[in-house]
């Protein structure tokens, strides 16, 4: 019998007998190309007043406070 054992990093480990009678592969696509950050920076643009790092920070802590009411 073949078994399948998880790894520490919780990562099924499939034995190449059965990898290869069912065609299976392991190895990963790149579902898009690498760009750098210059390509893709003002895809989504934002029609409005320049945001501050404290409005950020206010946006930040406002989302962590909301997740941890929604979580008990």
Do not use: W
Not at 9 to 29: E, M
Not at 35 to 49: E, I, K, R, S, T
């Amino acid at each position: 019998m073949k078994i399948i054992r998880l790894s520490i990093k919780s990562q099924d480990t499939i034995p190449r007998a059965i990898r290869q009678a069912h065609k299976i592969s392991l190895h990963t696509q790149e579902l898009f190309p690498q760009m750098c950050l210059d390509d893709v920076a003002g895809c989504l643009p934002y029609n409005g007043q320049s945001k501050t790092l404290e409005d950020m920070n206010d946006a930040i802590r406002q989302g962590i406070f909301k997740s941890l009411r929604n979580y008990h």
